[in-house]
């Protein structure tokens, strides 16, 4: 159970994560942030990445195996990053439409789910 609750703590977290640093990119695009000074850019990404911190620091806590949860360090960060690179994905796909999906990119993901296979493999 505290697998699953990391995992989906992760998700979330990386939703906010995408949106603190790539949503400024968003609103430029649709033309409301064209003349927001660097500083309320960051200020803005900060304010998101603050709730990504509040998912990402407790599902680490409690995924981690030393404090009773069923992943060890490196096993997270792997999970972590396969995580982040999926939610960015559907979400390049979703909000940034004209970012194509290309074969290199699904080739990178099957390297990183390998990558997950190998450092859960005994």
Not at 30 to 39: G, N, R, Y
Not at 97 to 107: S, V
Request: glycine share 6%; hydrophobic share 60%; aromatic share 18%.
């Amino acid at each position: 159970m505290q697998g699953l609750k990391t995992i989906v703590m992760l998700i979330f977290s990386n939703v906010f994560m995408t949106f603190a640093w790539y949503g400024h990119l968003k609103l430029s695009q649709m033309k409301i942030s064209t003349d927001w000074p660097l500083i309320l850019v960051i200020l803005f990404s900060w304010g998101i990445a603050f709730f990504e911190y509040c998912l990402t620091v407790p599902a680490n806590r409690i995924g981690f195996i030393d404090n009773g949860g069923p992943f060890n360090l490196m096993q997270l960060k792997v999970i972590q990053e396969v995580i982040s690179l999926t939610v960015f994905t559907i979400i390049i796909l979703f909000v940034f439409k004209g970012q194509p999906l290309q074969w290199n990119h699904i080739a990178a993901f099957v390297c990183l789910v390998l990558a997950v296979f190998f450092v859960f493999l005994k």
